[in-house]
């Protein structure tokens, strides 16, 4: 296994299961960017501050959990992709409303752009909206 794709596949399972920042820094670069068309990441401009997203989403959803679909390494440009579904229940407070019950399933794509074995830039692709009807938040 590449340094990379090692190091992207342990960012990628901490990250999703709420490591934070503190658990998730060895693996990126610091000052790593992180871009997202998403409404709901909207402001969200670095890899630390994701991390710290990710894991506070875990508050509202605390059966939150991942289900790796794909995962390629594309040395030639120094990335991995990651595809996924994120499934969970929002029974928990701290979400934009009260607890709804409901379930979300939302599929996303990670995209990791390296520089040596580190994380340089990450870019999510998700559809927010989806996943914010299906919660029942908007």
Request: aromatic share 14%.
């Given at each position: 296994m590449s340094s990379m794709k090692e190091s992207a596949a342990m960012f990628f399972d901490v990250c999703e299961s709420g490591?934070?920042?503190?658990?998730?820094?060895?693996?990126?670069?610091?000052?790593?960017?992180?871009s997202a068309q998403a409404g709901a990441l909207e402001g969200v401009e670095t890899v630390e501050s994701y991390t710290e997203w990710m894991k506070s989403l875990l508050t509202p959803?605390?059966?939150?959990?991942?289900?790796?679909?794909?995962?390629?390494?594309?040395?030639?440009?120094?990335?991995?992709?990651?595809y996924a579904v994120f499934s969970g229940t929002h029974t928990g407070e701290g979400g934009p409303v009260p607890p709804t019950g409901n379930k979300v399933e939302a599929d996303y794509v990670y995209v990791m752009e390296f520089e040596g074995d580190r994380i340089r830039h990450m870019t999510k692709i998700w559809n927010d909206g989806i996943t914010l009807k299906q919660l029942g938040w908007v």
């Open positions: 490591g934070g920042w503190e658990s998730c820094q060895e693996f990126c670069h610091t000052g790593a960017t992180f959803i605390p059966d939150g959990s991942y289900k790796l679909m794909a995962f390629a390494v594309d040395e030639d440009r120094n990335s991995v992709s990651a």
